[in-house]
């Protein structure tokens, strides 16, 4: 019998999680490096306790794993490096370092043709104010880095907006963006194997607020000609990278155009429905990949839509009262903005789907 493979985790959050979870079935197990000892990944399988500047830690953690992988990207680049100089890193510290600032992000997105808002690259007060000339109001200022769930970012609607908008953000090298009158937003999953083979979910829509997605729904309703455009711009960003693993591409649409908003070189929130829904469920699909293994099927079976907890948590009675919906807790304790959990619903048909997102959405809504 062969031995068994561990795929190493750099991060420990509830992405982390999900990945030893789906890990455990198949015989391949997850070894989380983790910050503190009460981080989500922690309760379900092995971990390395350490700073991402400690090398003994870092090392402790290569020798204990047979392929790296990470479950966000803010992971330290010197972090990564030190780890990929050992074990194999899968995705490459080349999509790591694109997909961590926005003006590389982006400026791949042009490269390979796909379609953006215009851009700028900000690094003071005078830059600003010159791109804001250019690329015109309504705009959002981001930082290059670090920005998730709507932080580090300010939208700019008037000239008073603009004055002070960069030393807000601290003073740090930021991206103006053009502001993009979207009708919805979607994302665009997929997974690239160790041989190069191409999987593709479903296309997602997706409802944010207060910068956080809140709903995710799939298969989204789309017309050929947008899911064709949304899965070509995923596939040239993955062999462009050379990329291996589940990739994530969030997108605007406005018409029948598919504007890159950026991407997420991991498993992600808009993919959770797949635990229930697919037949091979991101979090096994990203480990397949990254082991080597032949990648499965990413059909749905039917309809099925997320809700993420934020900030509090239902009483598990009522979300399990509801039929067709599955509830993940993630261990975290609630506090404002944070995710804490989800909820899946699934249905054969998109009216029981709705139906059934109704009723999780009156609970939620309700804490």
């Known amino acids: 019998m062969s031995r068994t493979m561990r795929v190493g985790v750099l991060g420990a959050g509830q992405l982390g999680r999900m990945l030893a979870l789906a890990g455990h079935p198949m015989g391949v197990r997850c070894v989380a490096y983790a910050q503190q000892p009460d981080e989500p990944a922690c309760a379900v399988g092995e971990h390395v306790i350490g700073a991402w500047d400690d090398p003994a830690a870092l090392d402790e953690f290569a020798s204990r794993i047979d392929v790296a992988t990470y479950e966000f990207e803010n992971v330290p680049l010197e972090a990564v490096r030190r780890v990929g100089a050992k074990v194999p890193l899968r995705p490459s510290i080349d999509a790591l370092r694109v997909a961590a600032d926005r003006i590389e992000e982006k400026t791949l997105f042009r490269e390979l043709g ?28 981001k930082t290059r880095t670090m920005g998730y769930d709507g932080k580090g970012q300010r939208v700019l609607r008037t000239m008073q907006d603009v004055d002070g ?43 944010h607020r207060d ?17 064709e455009t949304a899965r070509a711009y995923l596939r040239a ?16 649409q406005a ?21 229930e829904a697919a037949e091979t469920s991101q979090f096994e699909s990203h480990l397949r990949a990254v082991a080597g293994l032949p990648l499965g099927s990413t059909a749905l079976h039917g309809h099925a839509a997320m809700v993420n907890l934020v900030g509090a948590l239902p009483e598990p009675a009522s979300i399990l009262a509801i039929d ?20 899946t619903v699934r249905a054969d048909d998109e009216a029981g789907r709705d139906a059934r997102l109704a009723e999780v959405l009156r609970v939620v809504d309700a804490l």
């Not at 796909?114 to 200022?141: H, K, M, N, Q």
């Not at 598919?258 to 959770?272: D, I, S």
Request: aromatic share 6%; no cysteine.
């Open 211 to 227: 910068g956080i997605l809140r709903v995710s729904i799939a298969p989204a309703r789309a017309t050929i000609a947008i899911e």
């Open 324 to 343: 067709g919906a599955h509830l993940h807790l993630y261990g975290k304790e609630p506090r404002p903005g944070r995710k804490v959990g989800h909820v």
């Open 255 to 275: 018409g029948d155009r598919l504007l890159a908003n950026e991407m997420a070189p991991r498993v992600h929130n808009t993919g959770h429905h797949t635990i």
């Open 114 to 141: 796909i379609d953006t808002p215009p851009f700028a690259a900000i690094d003071s007060e005078d830059d600003l104010r010159a791109a804001v000339a250019t690329i015109g109001l309504p705009a959002v200022l």
């Open 165 to 207: 908008a960069f030393t807000a953000l601290g003073a740090r090298p930021s991206i103006l963006e053009g502001f993009v009158a979207f009708e919805r937003e979607v994302s665009q999953l997929g997974v690239r194997g160790a041989d190069g083979s191409i999987a593709f979910y479903p296309l997602a829509e997706n409802v």
């Open 237 to 252: 960003i993955l062999e462009s990278l050379d990329y291996v693993g589940v990739l994530a591409l969030e997108l605007f």
